[in-house]
């Protein structure tokens, strides 16, 4: 082959690679996620550390809300008023914005309840209320009656022990209501809940070893009522 040729066919090859190269780089940067943001469970431990869950909770020691809140912090993130009389929305979403500016350094509870930065924690980045909609930690209406058999949900199959939170939980614990007791519905594995899965599990012949499995999951809408 000539070798003038030869360094033409050369390069044209080494400018394809290049232009290949630099498009699969853009592509991978427009599809890397863009942060992270915590999980629905790690917000629902926050709010049961610093306030158990009460969005409108004001003691009168400067903190407000389901995050606790004082009133430069809450600024600083532009909410208006008081936290504890903002709609608890409102308020996830003042929350996330506070951690994307500064993690859950603001946060005594975050370390005792062993919450870690992300990605995108102190990454500056304002948030959309879209973007803090999962967080849905409050103003949920309690049921006004239970629900039938049939409506029960699917098992998640998760087996739940004491402090986990989750979505899941919260199900469960409204469906107690119909028992009795009287949750909030947080979401969160604590002492009260402890109560009802043991009550529940004695009540129906199950082991009584208060983690929330298959059985007493199933027991909730099917089984015996707790004594």
């Not at 991978?28 to 049961?48: F, V, Y």
């Not at 009584?208 to 199933?218: C, I, N």
Request: charged share 20%; with cysteine; net charge positive.
């Amino acid at each position: 082959m000539d070798r003038r040729w030869a360094g033409t066919v050369t390069r044209l090859v080494t400018r394809v690679l290049l232009v290949a190269v630099a498009v699969l780089g853009v592509q991978l940067a427009t599809s890397a996620p863009a942060g992270g943001d915590p999980s629905w469970s790690e917000w629902a431990k926050l709010r049961m550390c610093e306030s158990t869950n009460r969005y409108q909770v004001n003691t009168g020691n400067g903190y407000y809300g389901a995050y606790q809140f004082d009133l430069p912090t809450w600024r600083s993130v532009g909410g208006q008023g008081r936290p504890h009389q903002a709609r608890p929305a409102e308020q996830d979403y003042r929350a996330l914005y506070l951690y994307r500016m500064r993690g859950w350094q603001p946060w005594e509870c975050a370390g005792k309840v062993g919450l870690r930065n992300d990605r995108d924690a102190r990454s500056k980045r304002k948030p959309t209320y879209a973007e803090s909609a999962y967080i849905g930690g409050g103003g949920q209406a309690k049921p006004t009656a239970p629900s039938g058999p049939g409506r029960k949900p699917a098992w998640p199959g998760v087996v739940y022990a004491y402090g986990d939170c989750a979505p899941q939980l919260r199900a469960f614990q409204l469906r107690m209501n119909a028992f009795g007791y009287d949750f909030q519905g947080t979401g969160c594995y604590y002492q009260e809940t402890k109560r009802a899965v043991l009550a529940l599990q004695r009540a129906n012949g199950i082991r009584d070893s208060g983690r929330l499995g298959p059985k007493t999951w199933h027991a909730a809408w099917e089984g015996k009522a707790p004594r």
